[in-house]
């Protein structure tokens, strides 16, 4: 979020306006992922519901892996020259993550087939798939 947010504010009037726009889509899919994240500590039913319903590749482990190699690139091709050392320090840890969390999933899917995602504002006698 705060790559984002940086590159918001190096933004010029004579800048290339997709620049902008890659910073406010790191804004976003950062808060989208750091919500997701505050839901394992303390759950809003009708936030979670909306968020499986919206985002519900994001309560996978493959989807979120996808998730987060997606926001790297992201956060890779950011073209700042002030900022540079932080792009490349996000991006490449998004990236670790992400492929880590892929290679899991497919080379020890014992490892992760225990994960339950924040299930908060759901009925408990409903099984939800994801």
Partial sequence: MALGVLGLMNFSQGSDLSEAFVALYMILFSSLLAIYEFMWWSTIDSLNKSMRK???F????RGKALYMIFVAFLAIGLEHKVIKWL???VGIAFLAVGVLQMFISF?????VSSYKSPTGGLSDNVEQSV
């Fill in 87 to 89: 792009q490349w320090t």
């Fill in 58 to 61: 994001l309560y996978g482990i």
């Fill in 107 to 111: 080379a020890r899917p014992q490892w």
């Fill in 54 to 56: 919206n985002f519900g």
